[in-house]
């Protein structure tokens, strides 16, 4: 059983649409898949529509990344089968989401104070209708030969957390995004916590407080950690008593990393889904859902 759960689609910075990164998971011989766009919910009925006409068995597991920071630092906490609807959750996505058009203006501006030919039109057209982000940035660096890839921007010269042409938004204090996500029936686990290259990450004590806030889990195998990292993350998870989750952070044809770079053991996936009551794992082409109970 193959669990990927952590991908992106249009809905926020991801290339593929809902309804494709269905079809391109099931090709990619996955059995579950989560739907985690940035803050936001909105590519879930479009997602599950699209399972129906798949040719073989796939679930989909709804959630989102929700951009958080603690103590100045950015970090990602993933949220599972929340009730989508739940008003005070639903209202703080969306005071989120309707900030990253003017960052994304800021961060243009700051690159244009450092030289780089960009323009807002050039971003605006990379992104297309979905919802605009670094990565279309990002993507708009690599068409002008200033960086190599598209993860070759998320640096401290660049796009980084704190880099050069970093902006800020509104964001989620991740102790509240716990109590809300509990609260609309979520699961969380804190996406990639030692993704070094990205900038500054928190330490270990602010995971030890997150975890006695309520914290679920810590996504272990992700291509940002090397071994080391993962091993010294699973032992901390253990000393916590936290879930340990592995995923792709697929975003398409805009990251080289595949559908299932890194997958979730099935007995974690199974108490992922015991734990929520907001919402319930998705079957598609006429499976059942692959909820473990």
Same mark, same amino acid.
């Given at each position: 059983?193959?669990?990927?759960?952590?991908? =992106?689609? +249009?809905?926020?910075?991801? +290339?593929?649409?809902?309804?494709?990164?269905?079809?391109?998971?099931?090709? %990619?011989? #996955?059995? &579950?898949?989560?739907?985690?766009?940035?803050?936001?919910?909105?590519?879930?009925?479009?997602?599950?529509?699209?399972?129906?006409?798949?040719?073989?068995?796939? +679930?989909?597991?709804?959630?989102?990344?929700?951009?958080?920071?603690?103590?100045? &630092?950015? *970090?990602?906490?993933?949220?599972?089968?929340?009730?989508?609807?739940?008003?005070?959750? #639903?209202?703080?996505?969306? $005071?989120?989401?309707?900030?990253?058009?003017?960052?994304?203006?800021?961060?243009?501006?700051? $690159?244009?104070?450092? /030289?780089?030919?960009?323009?807002? !039109?050039? &971003?605006?057209?990379?992104?297309?209708?979905?919802?605009?982000?670094?990565?279309?940035?990002?993507? %708009? #660096?690599?068409?002008?030969?200033?960086?190599?890839?598209?993860?070759? %921007?998320?640096?401290?010269?660049?796009?980084?957390? /704190?880099?050069?042409?970093?902006? !800020?938004? =509104? !964001?989620?204090?991740?102790?509240?995004?716990?109590?809300?996500?509990?609260?609309?029936?979520?699961?969380?686990?804190? @996406?990639?916590?030692?993704?070094?290259?990205?900038?500054?990450?928190?330490?270990?004590?602010?995971?030890?407080?997150?975890?006695?806030?309520?914290?679920?889990?810590?996504?272990?195998?992700?291509?940002? =950690?090397?071994?080391?990292?993962?091993?010294?993350?699973?032992?901390?998870?253990?000393?916590?008593? *936290? $879930?340990?989750?592995?995923?792709?952070?697929?975003?398409?044809?805009?990251?080289? &990393?595949?559908? /299932?770079?890194?997958? +979730?053991?099935?007995?974690?996936?199974?108490?992922?889904?015991?734990? @929520?009551?907001?919402?319930?794992?998705?079957?598609?082409?006429?499976?059942?859902?692959? /909820?473990?109970?």
């Amino acid at each position: 059983m193959r669990i990927d759960l952590h991908t =992106h689609s +249009t809905a926020s910075d991801g +290339t593929d649409t809902p309804a494709e990164l269905m079809r391109n998971a099931a090709a %990619a011989g #996955l059995d &579950v898949v989560a739907l985690t766009d940035h803050d936001s919910a909105r590519g879930h009925a479009e997602a599950i529509a699209a399972l129906a006409d798949l040719d073989r068995d796939l +679930t989909l597991v709804t959630g989102a990344e929700l951009s958080c920071r603690l103590d100045g &630092v950015g *970090l990602h906490m993933l949220a599972y089968l929340f009730d989508p609807f739940e008003p005070e959750f #639903l209202r703080e996505r969306e $005071l989120v989401r309707d900030d990253r058009v003017p960052r994304a203006r800021a961060m243009v501006t700051r $690159l244009q104070e450092l /030289g780089v030919p960009i323009t807002w !039109e050039q &971003v605006a057209r990379i992104a297309g209708d979905a919802s605009l982000g670094r990565p279309h940035i990002a993507t %708009a #660096l690599v068409e002008l030969g200033v960086v190599a890839t598209v993860s070759d %921007a998320f640096t401290s010269e660049w796009l980084g957390n /704190g880099g050069r042409a970093y902006a !800020e938004k =509104h !964001e989620f204090d991740p102790f509240e995004a716990i109590r809300l996500v509990k609260a609309a029936g979520g699961v969380t686990v804190f @996406a990639h916590p030692q993704a070094v290259k990205r900038g500054a990450v928190v330490p270990d004590s602010a995971v030890e407080r997150l975890a006695a806030a309520g914290l679920d889990g810590i996504e272990v195998d992700h291509t940002d =950690h090397d071994a080391p990292t993962r091993a010294r993350l699973r032992g901390q998870a253990a000393d916590l008593g *936290l $879930l340990v989750t592995g995923s792709s952070d697929y975003h398409g044809s805009r990251k080289s &990393v595949e559908l /299932g770079a890194c997958t +979730t053991d099935p007995e974690i996936y199974g108490e992922i889904t015991r734990r @929520a009551s907001g919402a319930f794992p998705v079957p598609g082409a006429g499976g059942r859902a692959q /909820g473990l109970s």
